[in-house]
């Protein structure tokens, strides 16, 4: 049988043969790390030694993606394509732990621990704690970004179909729940006063700027953000206003 994420980056590069000669959106959506945990010899042969089973499936199937990305981007170095072309790669949530990280059987195919870690941060993923919902966020676009900078400013998954739309030169969805995130770092004015929205089950979240008011059932938090990333300081009775705005 065939690496299920190796299918994934062949059907990409195929996309990309077939439409590499006009303006094309490709979304991937890498099944990985993800349960049922499957890998092949290739990628499990990489991460030897003493760990959980777990985990070195999820290794070995993010070393799959890597490879593919890595791929992907060299094919369109060749077609010529590369340095005009503007890359997002974005994880979609925070790990499943189930509190235990269980090395449970890889045979069993239900949800379970996906052998990822959160750490440092506080949760895991359906919660909208850090631990859920902050991610990896990169953007590669040699022809317009220069390589090896760092943003804090927070931005969303949403914000991709709206920036891709206006870079297009087509007019601002507003179906498209999201802002064009080089507005965003060009004005820090408006990045620090865009609220940016969760709900997720008996969960509602809202960041402004450092500021995060979240609700979790009759729970109610606020952290700053910018010194407590980690979320283990409850700011709500310091800064009752700012709670208040938030909650609104």
């Given at each position: ?121 506080n949760g895991e993923k359906g919660m909208l704690s850090e631990g859920g919902v902050r991610v990896p966020f990169l953007m590669s676009w040699p022809d317009k970004i220069e390589p090896n900078q760092i943003s804090d400013v927070p931005v969303s998954s949403l ?90």
């Amino acid at each position: 049988a065939r690496d299920r994420l190796d299918i994934q980056s062949d059907a990409a590069l195929a996309f990309i043969e077939r439409n590499k000669e006009a303006p094309f959106f490709l979304y991937l959506a890498y099944f990985a790390p993800h349960v049922p945990l499957e890998s092949s010899d290739k990628y499990l042969s990489r991460f030897p030694g003493d760990m959980p089973e777990r985990r070195r499936y999820a290794l070995a199937m993010i070393s799959a993606v890597d490879e593919g990305v890595g791929r992907i981007r060299e094919q369109l170095r060749q077609e010529g394509l590369l340095e005009d072309t503007l890359i997002f790669f974005i994880g979609d949530n925070g790990a499943p732990l189930k509190i235990t990280m269980e090395d449970i059987p890889l045979s069993f195919k239900g949800g379970a621990w996906d052998g990822s870690m959160n750490t440092p941060l506080n949760g895991e993923k359906g919660m909208l704690s850090e631990g859920g919902v902050r991610v990896p966020f990169l953007m590669s676009w040699p022809d317009k970004i220069e390589p090896n900078q760092i943003s804090d400013v927070p931005v969303s998954s949403l914000d991709v179909g709206a920036t891709a739309v206006e870079l297009a030169g087509l007019e601002k969805d507003q179906a498209l729940h999201g802002e064009n995130i080089f507005e965003l770092l060009k004005d820090k004015r408006l990045a620090s006063e865009r609220p940016i929205y969760w709900r997720f089950w008996n969960q509602a979240a809202v960041r402004v700027d450092d500021w995060k008011y979240l609700r979790a059932g009759s729970h109610e938090f606020l952290f700053d953000l910018k010194t407590d990333k980690e979320e283990t300081h409850n700011l709500i009775a310091a800064h009752p206003a700012r709670a208040a705005e938030l909650r609104a």
